[in-house]
């Protein structure tokens, strides 16, 4: 059984290293530190080559 350690979808920190946030898209947990959840949430975009149709997502509010 091989155990992967979480790591950041953006800069790909382990949780050894960093604290990480867990969240779900599509039914598939992912995770992301602190510093680079501004990019999920405000420029979702920049994510999609990691994260299936999150080019679709649209960016909060006032941060296009």
Same mark, same amino acid.
């Given at each position: 059984? %091989?155990? +992967?350690?979480?790591t950041c979808i953006y800069c790909e920190q382990?949780?050894?290293?960093?604290?990480l946030i867990s969240f779900q898209l599509q039914g %598939?947990? +992912?995770?992301?530190?602190?510093?680079?959840?501004?990019i999920l949430i405000h420029q979702p975009a920049?994510?999609?080559d990691k994260l299936?149709?999150?080019?679709?997502i649209t960016p909060a509010e006032g941060q296009a």
């Open positions: 059984m %091989i155990n +992967h350690s979480p382990s949780d050894q290293n960093i604290p %598939i947990q +992912h995770w992301i530190c602190p510093q680079h959840l501004p920049r994510l999609a299936p149709d999150l080019e679709r």
